[in-house]
């Protein structure tokens, strides 16, 4: 639409719908299985185009390539066809139900989020369609209340972790970390430290830790862990004596997964500074310390925050949660950004981590299930 890409946008809009603008002359629009002939008529009278939907889909052949149509069977399990009355589903949903171990029976001893209940009035809210069907990507002047939350949600979290800025951008605790490193980095390269890559993790860690620190770009040395779950002090003094020139970051879980409130922890932190590394506290187990301590106070430089552990998101199936980070302000300027949405994170920020700006809307979170 050369020079009119505004006025098309404008006239979508006014008719309810919103066109991706992509520059003066070119407008954007995507369609799916849930586009209606209405939508479509909408559109095309923004374009000042008229025309009649069913004869033109009457006219038109199918547009589905010969070899992308499918020429095997499909759903041939027995259980697609064994169930043919209301009855004999409810039935076998029930069957299913019933081989399920969850917190409504009893004690799980495994994971984080599957400790904890997530209340069915807490998981509710998510099923509105407030909350599920905005787009990630629609315009800000439309999300208003979607902003006052995001901002009143990363200043609450700021407030209990004593960080001083929030990002709820990562899309899981194990995004959470990768922002963060990330920002260590970009704070180490800043510095001109660009040799700071090594970090250092205590065994006991989760296999995110040292999974992310790879993606960041750094080299994971391990700390020993003591036999009663306490990170090994002597060795991570050695460790920290030995790498202290390339010493990127510590990653401490506090308290650890092994339910070890860490007596040294002030310590251990100060010793990393000292060193010229930077702490990362993993805050999956904040919800033994949320309103009792904060990470930022007592020597985390980051951390990140599973609100699917501590709080009530639901965290479906494996599927996203929410893994906000929190920095000190010396590590707020490498937070996430995003290209497409310049009031998501600061300017000097690392990039993206997750394909929307501020996570993922409410209806990608199924309020079933829970997972380590
Ligand atoms: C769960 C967990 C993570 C990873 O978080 P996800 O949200 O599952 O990606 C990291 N560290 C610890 C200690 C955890 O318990």
Same mark, same amino acid.
């Given at each position: 639409m050369p020079g009119k890409a505004d006025a098309v946008a404008a006239a979508a809009r006014d008719a309810g719908v919103n066109l991706y603008r992509? @520059?003066?002359d070119h407008v954007s629009v995507s369609c799916d299985e849930t586009t209606t002939r209405e939508q479509l008529a909408a559109v095309w009278d923004a374009f000042g185009v008229t025309a009649d939907v069913e004869a033109l889909d009457a006219a038109?052949? @199918?547009? %589905?390539p010969a070899g992308l149509l499918r020429s095997d069977a499909y759903l041939t399990h027995p259980v697609f066809h064994a169930h043919r009355s209301e009855t004999s589903m409810l039935r076998y949903l029930r069957r299913l139900a019933d081989r399920d171990y969850a917190l409504d029976r009893g004690m799980i001893p495994l994971g984080s989020c599957t400790m904890k209940l997530n209340a069915t009035t807490e998981m509710e809210p998510v099923t509105w369609p407030e909350f599920g069907q905005m787009h990630p990507f629609a315009p800000v002047g439309q999300a208003e209340g979607y902003l006052t939350l995001i901002t009143e949600l990363e200043e609450r979290l700021a407030e209990v972790t004593g960080y001083d800025k929030v990002s709820i951008q990562p899309n899981a605790g194990s995004q959470g970390e990768l922002a963060g490193l990330l920002a260590v980095r970009a704070y180490h390269r800043a510095n001109g430290d660009e040799q700071r890559t090594v970090c250092l993790i205590p065994s006991s860690a989760h296999g995110t830790n040292a999974a992310s620190a790879v993606m960041a770009g750094m080299k994971v040395v391990v700390v020993k862990t003591a036999d009663d779950g306490e990170v090994d002090v002597e060795d991570l003094r050695a460790k920290i004596a030995q790498y202290r020139d390339e010493l990127s970051v510590l990653m401490i879980t506090y308290p650890s997964t092994h339910g070890v409130f860490e007596e040294h922890v002030a310590d251990i932190c100060a010793e990393v500074h000292e060193a010229g590394g930077q702490v990362y506290v993993d805050?999956?187990? %904040?919800n033994a310390l949320v309103g009792l301590a904060k990470p930022g106070h007592f020597g985390g430089d980051v951390s990140h925050l599973n609100l699917h552990k501590t709080f009530c998101i639901p965290h479906g199936g494996g599927g996203p949660g929410v893994g906000p980070v929190g920095v000190r302000a010396h590590l707020a300027p490498y937070l996430p950004n995003h290209p497409l949405q310049p009031t998501a994170g600061p300017e000097t920020g690392v990039g993206p981590i997750s394909a929307a700006p501020w996570a993922p809307p409410a209806s990608c979170r199924s309020p079933g299930r829970t997972c380590a």
């Open positions: 992509a @520059d003066a038109t052949e @199918d547009a %589905l805050g999956a187990n %904040l």
